[in-house]
């Protein structure tokens, strides 16, 4: 069920070669057409998607309308498995995988002239909360902000609840 009015977002997907030799896919929201021209380049907001998501997740595409209306660019880069291509090597993401983030969000800053905002989602908010904790200081080099919604902080009574059906 979509949680946002208006159409689903379109996305271009750009598919970047990982330093192990594997890849990750990102799909990017370009701003509409007609969106007033900004001085510089505008904010990009990236979004971590949670266990199991993708761009097409409720809360992606919600994001994806967000940041449209507020004339922000918008990517959500797959963590490995989840784009719907099958990856190379057999490392799949988890909650622990900092380093990813890292790599990841370092690219999307080398790329992007305007400032980077990271938003992460559930077990993609675990992961960038974990990031921003191991880069300390540095990670304002890297990124604006950084924000977590709904990300579990005991990843082990979590997964318990998850077990015995917590709804």
Do not use: K, M
Not at 13 to 27: A, Q, S
Not at 57 to 79: I, K, T
Request: with cysteine; charged share 15%.
């Amino acid at each position: 069920s979509r949680r946002h009015a208006g159409a689903a977002p379109v996305y271009r997907r750009e598919r970047w070669d990982t330093p192990d030799g594997d890849f990750i896919d990102v799909d990017f929201q370009d701003l509409p057409p007609g969106t007033p021209a900004h001085a510089v380049a505008p904010p990009l907001l990236v979004l971590f998607h949670g266990l199991e998501g993708s761009s097409r997740s409720h809360y992606a595409e919600a994001f994806a309308a967000h940041a449209a209306a507020r004339g922000l660019a918008f990517a959500v880069p797959h963590f490995r498995g989840c784009s719907g291509a099958l990856n190379l090597a057999p490392r799949a993401y988890h909650s622990g995988d900092h380093e990813e983030v890292g790599w990841i969000l370092r690219r999307f800053q080398a790329v992007h002239a305007g400032p980077v905002l990271a938003a992460g989602v559930s077990l993609g908010g675990n992961a960038l909360l974990r990031w921003a904790e191991e880069a300390g200081a540095s990670a304002a080099q890297t990124v604006r902000a950084v924000a977590a919604v709904s990300a579990p902080l005991d990843l082990a009574a979590a997964g318990a609840a998850i077990g015995r059906g917590f709804n």
